[in-house]
């Protein structure tokens, strides 16, 4: 069965933490506090069975057309389930409602998954709105691994 994917509430704060969390452990992606999460909880998506989430993701709003997927995660017991491609399908679905021709990018060390889902890779000074905001703060902006995508699906 499919989990239904909705926006997240302030309920699911803790939860969404416990999820990404592993994740920031290993550094695959940035850490979140739950304070982070709560103010920009309007930007979460849950995938959810019943009450059990099992996923989540957010976006970052640049202004105008330029969004950023982030903290995309699933469980690690439902890994490979399908989970994260469902939301990042509906993610981008919300995307394209809120704004008209979106620009949609990723940084990411699982670049293999994002190309599998429709976004090709570009070089990471194509995005420089990111760097301002994320990279030059980085401990790693000098020998980042992660691999820049923008979403060229338009089907």
Same mark, same amino acid.
């Given at each position: 069965m499919l989990p239904i994917i909705r926006n997240a509430i302030p309920g699911d704060i803790d939860t969404i933490h #416990?999820?990404?969390l592993p994740y920031a452990r290993e550094e695959l992606i940035l850490a979140r506090t739950k304070d982070d999460i709560a103010q920009s909880l309007h930007a979460f998506y849950v995938a959810a069975h019943n *009450?059990?989430?099992s996923g989540v993701i957010s976006y970052y709003d640049y202004g105008d057309r330029l969004k950023e997927v982030r903290s995309l995660a699933v469980r690690k017991s439902m890994a490979k389930s +399908? =989970? +994260?491609s469902l939301l990042l399908k509906h993610l981008i679905s919300e995307l394209r409602a809120l704004c008209p021709e979106p620009k949609i990018f990723v940084l990411t060390? *699982?670049?293999v998954f994002f190309i599998k889902n429709g976004f090709v890779e570009v070089p990471r000074e194509t995005l420089p709105e990111k760097i301002w905001?994320?990279?030059d703060h980085c401990k790693n902006r000098h020998n980042c691994? #992660?691999?820049a995508? =923008?979403?060229e699906n338009n089907k």
């Open positions: #416990e999820i990404l *009450s059990h989430i +399908g =989970i +994260g060390y *699982s670049p905001k994320d990279c691994g #992660e691999t995508l =923008i979403f």
